[in-house]
């Protein structure tokens, strides 16, 4: 899978994204690089984390399907709303990682989830214990467009907000001490968390202030797409099940008891069980 800094745009048509992307031969994969275990860049600057991998998967399915006629070509934007802005315009095709909402879903279509999440505050050791009542009064950073940034004058409306375009810059700005916390996704908090280092910053509160789906998303009515991806997220959860090394690899890299965001691997086996009984018959 091919990566990139400079955005690029998809024909917008008629035809759907994997025809368009077997016009063009590549079809365009966007992700926020700061946002581990789902993306994050490694020493050399190369993008890496759970949806890469998922990508590369997608990747090697495509070429299956098209005859090795596209390539799947990653593209860095700087958060979430702009992945799914990216991809509901047509300058991309693919983004994962991304947390569920019914808002947009009116725009993109959703793949198989690929993880659970919710909402928790990162704050510093002996800060805000993570309740509602406790960020009345508070500067709280949120990411722009996130779903945090949408809830949080709801949950709180005497917060005082503090909007940033990613979240390694919501989180800089609590270890600087300009804000007492951020509100944001647990696993990506979790991530950042671990890989800078700052585990003894408490995420709060123990049960998340809301709870949501992640997946993969592409452009509304692209079924022959979603088709490539969720039979590739399907067959990674299966070949995890089913104990094969490279499967339990891939997931357990970003995943599980020493993973970038550290979960049990009970939890992981009942969860992918979960995902597959409701698409199975």
Not at 154 to 183: C, H, M, N, R, W
Request: proline residues 7%.
């Amino acid at each position: 899978m091919a990566a990139a800094c400079a955005g690029t745009s998809l024909p917008v048509g008629a035809q759907t994204p994997l025809e368009q992307a077997m016009r063009s031969g590549q079809l365009v994969m966007v992700g926020a690089p700061d946002s581990p275990p789902f993306v994050s860049l490694n020493a050399k600057g190369e993008p890496e984390g759970y949806a890469i991998d998922l990508g590369r998967l997608i990747d090697a399915e495509l070429q299956k399907v098209t005859g090795s006629k596209v390539q799947l070509h990653f593209e860095s934007v700087p958060n979430n709303a702009a992945a799914v802005n990216a991809v509901s315009q047509g300058q991309a095709a693919l983004a994962c990682g991304i947390p569920f909402s019914w808002a947009r879903d009116q725009v993109v279509d959703y793949s198989l989830p690929i993880g659970l999440s919710g909402l928790r505050l990162l704050t510093k050791p002996g800060g805000l214990d993570g309740q509602v009542a406790s960020m009345a009064g508070q500067k709280i950073a949120v990411v722009s467009g996130s779903l945090a940034a949408t809830s949080l004058p709801g949950l709180q409306p005497k917060a005082q907000i503090l909007s940033f375009e990613s979240y390694g810059d919501a989180v800089t700005a609590l270890q600087q001490g300009t804000v007492a916390g951020v509100l944001g996704d647990t696993i990506v908090l979790s991530g950042i968390r671990n890989q800078r280092s700052i585990t003894n910053f408490p995420m709060v509160p123990e049960v998340p202030l809301a709870t949501y789906g992640v997946g993969c998303i592409l452009p509304e009515n692209s079924s022959d797409l979603a088709n490539i991806v969720n039979l590739s997220i399907a067959r990674l959860m299966q070949a995890y099940l089913d104990s094969r090394p490279e499967a339990v690899l891939v997931v357990e890299r970003w995943f599980g008891p020493s993973g970038v965001h550290k979960v049990g691997k009970d939890q992981i086996r009942a969860y992918f069980q979960a995902v597959l009984l409701t698409r199975e018959p």
